[in-house]
């Protein structure tokens, strides 16, 4: 199955090339620093959660006012502080991005963060129960939805592994656009913390995509990944 293309602004698969690259619309490779490829399920990354992460340079099509980040990646080890998953990059400003949040005595869970169009600290959401953890050591596919003019009375959505796992309709607006914040893998976040683990596809599009098309898109690399 192919994922959906409707939308989409920034697509990386290691399995598709190397080094690490933007396969939309032929933009330059990305900043490999520290992360090493491996052919293992057919191509990915490996960060050993020291001060590995792979960066782009910001681009006009990454300025969305409603997006959707999907993402498949392996954690491992411990983390007490903030450390970026994937995401447009700025510490606390950030305008969107999947990152770990938790305590130094266990592993962490995940957090999607938004900075909206006012500069203010848009909506959080909890990937699971607050405070959960994510399971560690084995592949995920998590993706988050963040529309403020959502009609469907939830403008940011979490799904792990194709299903649903939590809303949120609370304040916000639409998305802060900043040329000057790069596209990142696996960096470190306001705490200078980073996160270990493996990294396969990851995608953005500049639009909210419906449950159907994020299960299409779990679809097409699942069998890779289980």
């Known amino acids: 199955n192919s994922i959906v293309t409707d939308g989409l602004v920034f697509y990386m698969d290691p399995a598709n090339i190397t080094p690490s690259s933007n396969l939309v619309g032929g933009k330059a490779a990305g900043s490999i620093i520290g992360a090493t490829f491996s052919t293992n399920n057919a191509g990915t990354y490996i960060f050993d959660g020291s001060n590995d992460e792979i960066t782009f340079s910001d681009d006009p099509a990454y300025e969305v006012s409603a997006v959707t980040m999907q993402i498949w990646v392996n954690l491992s080890g411990t983390q007490g502080n903030y450390a970026s998953i994937f995401g447009r990059d700025g510490g606390g400003s950030s305008p969107y991005k999947i990152r770990t949040y938790g305590t130094s005595t266990r592993t962490t869970g995940l957090q999607v963060y938004t900075i909206d169009s006012a500069n203010a600290a848009g909506p959080t959401l909890s990937i699971g129960a607050s405070g959960a953890d994510l399971i560690h050591n084995v592949w995920n596919n998590i993706c988050f939805t963040y529309d403020y003019n959502s009609g469907d009375g939830a403008r940011m959505k979490v799904y792990v592994n194709g299903v649903q796992n939590s809303t949120n309709n609370n304040g916000g607006n639409t998305i802060k ?50």
């Open 177 to 226: 656009t900043d040329s000057n914040q790069s596209l990142d893998l696996m960096t470190s976040d306001s705490d200078n913390a980073f996160m270990g683990g493996i990294v396969g596809p990851s995608m953005i599009y500049n639009r909210e995509l419906s449950a159907t098309e994020i299960l299409q898109n779990y679809n097409s690399a699942k069998g890779r990944f289980s």
